[in-house]
Structure formats: structure tokens, C-alpha cells
């Protein structure tokens, strides 16, 4: 499936975009926030594709004009996530290049996923979540609607070997109509 934005395609990540993803994803101000490690190299970034990225509901976020990947935005259901044990909730994740921070891109590309989750998945609501310290995840949550819900502390962050403290933020399929009307 593809999805559009005014500004963006939504497609999903082939293994061709190995080396874009790499160009972003092996900075080192981009996934440790999010719990991934840096990528260390293309083929490591064609491996990610293969194995995390090239699953249902993961989309490349790609500008219109190269419909060349930037970031990543998905919904985890089911055992993908650890979020909600409910078949009609799902979990929100974005990320993107640092070279794009601050345009409103991963805003734009998620409020599409989130009309997809509501109007297409039948889905009764999305999850959401940040690290302690990730000021800009929370204000792209707070900017969609989400809402703060609860914290977690000692969260095992095996991907960097961490351990966290998370917010995790909901938008119910009521807020998401409500935020619609005014």
C-alpha cells in the first residue's frame, strides 16, 4: 500500500533503499533516541530493511519530489508491540533524518498513518511512546493529540543495552474525530 501526504509518499522500504537508509540512520543523534543503534554500514542497513522495516503497516517516508526515503513511520499490532494486548489498538513509531528536523514531515507523515489506523484498520486507538530526554518525540505526540497516559521506569532498552525511563501517550479513536471537527 502507498499512502500520500501533501508533501510525502508513504511506500514501503525495498531492499534498493539500503543506502539512503544508511545515509540517515548511522547518525548517531537519530536512533539512540528512538532505542536502535546507529547503522554501521549499507549492507547492516539492507539487513534492518530486510528483517524490521519490510513488514505490514512499516512505510518509507519519502519526499514527493525523489520518492527517496528520509525516515520511517509504522504501526505495530498484535506481538509487534509490547503497547497493547488489543487487536483493535496499535503502536505508533517514527523516526527521521536529522538533515530534515523541524519541517513538520514526521507530523504530516503520521497523522496520515493515524487516519489510516482510525478509518481504514478499524482501529479504537493508537499508542505512543518516548524516552526520557527525547523533547522533540514528545512534542510530534503532543502536536497529533496524543495524550500523556503513564510512565514506566527500568525499561530494558536491549537494542543499545540501556535502561530507560518511558512516557507512553494515547489518542483514542473519540480524540482523533474530536481534534477533526474544530
Not at 543506502?19 to 539487513?47: F, M, T
Not at 518509507?60 to 527517496?68: G, I, M, Q, T
Request: with cysteine; charged share 30%.
Amino acid at each position: 500500500m502507498i499512502l500520500e501526504t501533501q508533501r510525502l509518499i508513504l511506500r514501503p522500504w525495498c531492499e534498493a533503499d539500503a543506502e539512503d537508509l544508511y545515509k540517515y540512520a548511522s547518525d548517531p543523534d537519530v536512533g539512540p533516541w528512538a532505542g536502535w543503534p546507529p547503522h554501521e554500514s549499507v549492507e547492516n542497513s539492507r539487513e534492518i530493511i530486510r528483517n524490521v522495516l519490510a513488514v505490514p503497516e512499516t512505510y518509507a517516508v519519502c519526499l514527493k519530489e525523489d520518492n527517496l526515503p528520509i525516515g520511517s513511520v509504522g504501526l505495530k499490532m498484535g506481538k509487534a508491540t509490547d503497547m497493547t494486548e488489543r487487536s483493535d489498538e496499535c503502536e505508533l513509531g517514527y523516526w527521521i533524518g536529522k538533515k530534515f528536523w523541524g519541517r513538520g514531515l514526521i507530523p504530516e507523515a503520521s497523522q496520515e498513518l493515524i487516519r489510516h489506523a482510525f478509518e481504514d484498520l478499524g482501529m479504537r486507538a493508537v499508542w505512543c511512546g518516548y524516552y526520557d530526554g527525547n523533547v522533540k518525540s514528545r512534542r510530534v505526540q503532543e502536536k497529533l493529540g496524543f495524550a500523556y497516559h503513564h510512565t514506566t521506569e527500568g525499561l530494558d532498552v536491549k537494542l543499545i543495552n540501556e535502561i530507560r525511563t518511558g512516557h507512553a501517550m494515547l489518542l483514542t479513536e473519540e480524540m482523533w474525530y474530536g481534534q477533526k471537527i474544530k
